[in-house]
Structures are given as C-alpha cells and as structure tokens.
C-alpha cells in the first residue's frame, strides 16, 4: 500500500507497510498511478501524450528496483511479528488524577470542571502511594515508568504530590525502576516556589493555554468568570526561562470559535514558547462550540498555514515545534506501539482520587469502565485484554487505511464517545489526523531541499 499527495509542488510518497518516504518528479508521480498494475511499456503507452515513452520506463526501472527492495510496495508483516504476538500485559504509565477539583472553568471540559461529573475530591498521599505501587508490581520488566500528575488542577494538592515524587524515587533502586514524572497544570497557582519545584522535579510538564488573550479567556475562564490569559502568561514565560533544556510544551484547544487557530500557535511561539500543541476540542454536535465535517476545510487550511510558518522559521531564533507535526521517520517506535497507540486500559491506566482504575483520564467517571481499585487490590484481566486486543488488525476501518501505522488506529475514548465502540474510530478524528499527517511529511521533505 502507497499513499501519495502533493502540495505547493513537492510530490511525496509514503510507502505505508515500510514506512518509507520518498520525494519524487511529477513523472514518478504521475506512473505510481498506473503502475505496477499495469506493465512498463502499458503505463508508457497510458502517459504518452505528457512524457517520453523511454523516460518512463526508465523510471519505471528505479520504481522496480525499491520495490525488489521493499521500499515501495512493501508487504505488511507487522501482525506476525513475535513482538507483537507474544505482548504481554504490562503497564507502562500512569494518569493520576491527583485533583478531582480544578480553579477555573473551561466551557469545554471534558471532565465537568474538574470533578468528572463526581464529587470534588483531592487523593490521599496514602492512595498516591498505593497507585505507584501498584504501578510497579505491574510493569514486569520495563524500567521507564511514566506518571503525569493531572486533574482538575495538580496543584491544589500540590504537597501530596512532593510526596508523592519522594515515594516514587524511594522505590526506584529496590524495584530497578525510573520513574519519569510530568505535571498538567492551568498555571494559575504557580509561584515561585513551585516553579522551582517543578523545574527541579518534572521531567516534563505540559502548560494549558488556549492561544490569544481573547481565545484563551473566551473558553477558560475563573470560577467568578474572569480570563486566565493575563494572569497565566507571566507565569508561564517564567517557568520556560528558568526550565532551560527541559521538556516542556504549552497545550491549548481549538474549538468552532477559532477554527483559524494557526494565529493561536503563532502566537505562542511568538511569545517565545518553543514546544506547542493545539488539539482539536472533541464534543458532541449540540454543543456551540463542537467541530462539524464543514469546518474541515478551514482546519485543512489552518494546517497547511502552520506547517508553511513552520518550514519559514526553521534554523531562525523564532522557530518552534508543533506536537502533531513531529514524525518519526526512522522506523521508529516500536512495532507494538506503531500498532496499538497509547496503550489505554492496558499499557496505560488512570487512578482517581478514590483509587478506582479505568482506561484512561476520558474514561473516568464510567462505571462501565472501571477496571478495578489500587486500594481494593482488583483488577479486571478482562477488560484489559478487550483493550489490548483494540489494535489496528482489529479497527476495519484502519485495515485499509494508509495513516494507520501513525495514529495506531486513533483515540479510543473518542471512538466509543461518539460510536459506542472502541473499536470503530471517530471519523472526523481520523480526516484530520491524515491531514496532519501530510502536513508533517510536506515539512521533513521541504527539509530535505536544503
């Protein structure tokens, strides 16, 4: 299987199975639409009125030689690949939910404002300690654990998770374990005593703003309904100056009322944020703000925009990186994870204040997905194994389709969010990661030019 596109010019070729990339003429182009299903000399004869005959089967003759070579053409053979086949139940990382209470309200919250539709509720250091030990005990051989402290808001329980870091870093040489550590947090609590903190402690951490003063403060807003933008911003920039080298990334939402969002990134790179994400809001259709099918050609636009400004900036002091514009494109990740994605409900878990495990944070709240509880000690193998078993050669949908080794057959709370099934994708998730996806190759092959 191939997938081909061209934009402004540039003609690109990914070989899906291989995962090899090739930038070709118009002429190489043009004969990948006839050939190898037809002969040389019959895809010569097809594209006569706009090439030389010979020149075609020339090129048809470099043609052959990647395919003799898999890269063009290549057979899929992943779903026989022992790695894949003799995967074990392992959990990897870990959501926890430190905060089920948050300081501010965003019109588009998916977990209600903080307390997923639930009481408002804080964990307990000794719940904390029980989820990293559960954690552990579970992770089989893998010595890379990774825990992201999250909400609601981190930081209004932001001593248990100092605690917390202490216990995880207490378990790491009797357990030969490393535990790496991110915090989401809206930055409205930020000072500088926890701006150090999190500096010295966070391997990464991810910083929620939605872009421009009036986009950022139309959604996320105080409790008494204030915006965030002038109070989040300064705090912000301090806490990257300070950061030095350490990831990070600045994370917003691009809903109906900003659907020309490429201004919001530019504008967070521009207020010097190197690392930016700027995710698509996923609602049902009656809310105002939910993204429709009609808005996909603005959103095509605003990506081809970005990766425009992005090829522009590049080598310059004012470049940035775009989270969903960042490909690997050296064979890379893993065989599982290329087939299986984030691992939700059996790689990767999240653990609410109470203790109760489910698949992921957009599960939680959904007692049909509860998987058990770190302080009952249960664990449900079923529920597990239906999750693992959500992978690519299970999706019809991903089968035939050309962007499945990228996006791994897509987010899995979307999927059952809108078609009450795991493993059916979210249709205008998946048109607008393929537009990502093009937008990512058009900018590595514009790399290549220089």
Same mark, same amino acid.
């Given at each position: 299987?191939?997938?081909?596109?061209?934009?402004?010019?540039?003609?690109?070729?990914?070989?899906?199975?291989?995962?090899?990339?090739?930038?070709?003429?118009?002429?190489?182009?043009?004969?990948?639409?006839?050939?190898?299903?037809?002969?040389?000399?019959?895809?010569?004869?097809? $594209? =006569?009125?706009?090439?030389?005959?010979?020149?075609?089967?020339? =090129?048809?003759?470099?043609?052959?030689?990647?395919?003799?070579?898999?890269?063009?053409?290549?057979?899929?053979?992943?779903?026989?690949?022992?790695?894949?086949?003799?995967?074990?139940?392992?959990?990897?990382?870990?959501?926890?939910?430190?905060?089920?209470?948050?300081?501010?309200?965003?019109?588009?919250?998916?977990?209600?404002?903080?307390?997923?539709?639930?009481?408002?509720?804080?964990?307990?250091?000794?719940?904390?300690?029980? =989820?990293?030990?559960? $954690?552990? %005990?579970?992770?089989?051989?893998?010595?890379?654990?990774?825990?992201?402290?999250?909400?609601?808001?981190?930081?209004?329980?932001?001593?248990?998770?100092?605690?917390?870091?202490?216990?995880?870093?207490?378990?790491?040489?009797?357990?030969?374990?490393?535990?790496?550590?991110?915090?989401?947090?809206?930055?409205?609590?930020?000072? %500088?005593?926890?701006?150090?903190? @999190?500096?010295?402690?966070?391997?990464?951490?991810?910083?929620? @703003?939605?872009?421009?003063?009036?986009?950022?403060?139309?959604?996320?807003?105080?409790?008494?309904?204030?915006?965030?933008?002038?109070?989040?911003?300064?705090?912000?920039?301090?806490?990257?100056?300070?950061?030095?080298?350490?990831?990070?990334?600045?994370?917003?939402?691009?809903?109906?009322?900003?659907?020309?969002?490429?201004?919001?990134?530019?504008?967070?790179?521009?207020?010097?944020?190197?690392?930016?994400?700027?995710?698509?809001?996923?609602?049902?259709?009656?809310? %105002?703000? =939910?993204?429709?099918?009609?808005? $996909?050609?603005?959103?095509?636009?605003?990506?081809?925009?970005?990766?425009?400004?992005?090829?522009?900036?590049?080598?310059?002091?004012?470049?940035?990186?775009?989270?969903?514009?960042?490909?690997?494109?050296?064979?890379?990740?893993?065989?599982?994870?290329?087939?299986?994605?984030?691992?939700?409900?059996?790689?990767?878990?999240?653990?609410?204040? %109470?203790?109760?495990?489910?698949?992921?944070?957009?599960?939680?709240?959904?007692?049909?997905?509860?998987?058990?509880?770190?302080?009952?000690?249960?664990?449900? /193998?079923?529920?597990?194994?239906?999750?693992? /078993?959500?992978?690519?050669?299970?999706?019809?949908?991903?089968?035939?389709?050309?962007?499945?080794?990228?996006?791994?057959?897509?987010?899995?709370?979307?999927?059952?969010?809108?078609?009450?099934? @795991?493993?059916?994708?979210?249709? $205008?998730?998946?048109?607008?990661?393929?537009?990502?996806?093009?937008?990512?190759?058009?900018?590595?092959?514009?790399?290549?030019?220089?």
């Amino acid at each position: 299987m191939i997938h081909k596109f061209e934009k402004n010019g540039v003609y690109v070729v990914l070989d899906v199975n291989s995962g090899a990339v090739h930038v070709v003429d118009e002429m190489i182009f043009d004969i990948l639409d006839h050939f190898p299903e037809n002969q040389a000399s019959e895809t010569a004869e097809l $594209l =006569a009125n706009k090439y030389d005959k010979e020149e075609v089967i020339s =090129a048809i003759g470099e043609l052959q030689y990647l395919i003799d070579h898999e890269q063009l053409f290549s057979e899929d053979g992943y779903i026989e690949n022992l790695e894949f086949q003799n995967r074990k139940p392992v959990i990897k990382a870990m959501c926890l939910h430190i905060a089920h209470d948050c300081n501010i309200r965003c019109k588009y919250c998916f977990a209600s404002q903080g307390d997923f539709e639930g009481d408002r509720s804080l964990m307990s250091l000794e719940v904390g300690k029980k =989820a990293l030990k559960f $954690l552990v %005990d579970n992770s089989g051989n893998r010595r890379n654990l990774e825990v992201d402290f999250f909400g609601g808001e981190p930081l209004m329980n932001f001593e248990v998770v100092k605690e917390l870091v202490k216990y995880g870093r207490s378990l790491e040489e009797e357990h030969n374990k490393l535990f790496r550590f991110t915090i989401t947090t809206n930055g409205v609590l930020l000072d %500088d005593d926890k701006i150090y903190y @999190i500096n010295e402690h966070m391997d990464n951490v991810v910083l929620s @703003i939605d872009g421009t003063r009036e986009v950022n403060d139309l959604m996320r807003y105080t409790v008494n309904g204030g915006g965030t933008y002038d109070i989040i911003v300064p705090k912000f920039k301090k806490l990257v100056e300070k950061r030095g080298n350490k990831n990070y990334y600045v994370r917003g939402t691009f809903t109906r009322f900003n659907t020309n969002f490429a201004k919001d990134v530019i504008h967070m790179a521009d207020l010097g944020f190197k690392s930016t994400s700027v995710e698509p809001v996923v609602a049902e259709g009656h809310h %105002d703000y =939910a993204l429709r099918e009609e808005d $996909l050609e603005t959103i095509y636009e605003q990506y081809d925009l970005l990766a425009e400004e992005l090829v522009s900036r590049r080598g310059k002091e004012n470049d940035f990186s775009f989270f969903h514009f960042i490909v690997d494109l050296s064979q890379g990740p893993c065989v599982v994870k290329r087939l299986t994605g984030c691992g939700a409900g059996s790689e990767y878990v999240a653990i609410t204040p %109470d203790g109760d495990i489910y698949p992921c944070h957009q599960f939680v709240g959904n007692e049909d997905f509860r998987i058990g509880s770190v302080v009952e000690g249960t664990y449900n /193998n079923h529920l597990s194994t239906e999750f693992k /078993n959500a992978h690519v050669y299970n999706k019809e949908k991903c089968k035939t389709c050309w962007a499945k080794f990228y996006c791994s057959g897509g987010c899995h709370a979307n999927a059952f969010n809108f078609n009450n099934d @795991i493993n059916i994708p979210y249709d $205008l998730g998946c048109d607008m990661e393929k537009k990502r996806l093009e937008a990512s190759l058009y900018i590595q092959a514009k790399l290549m030019e220089e």
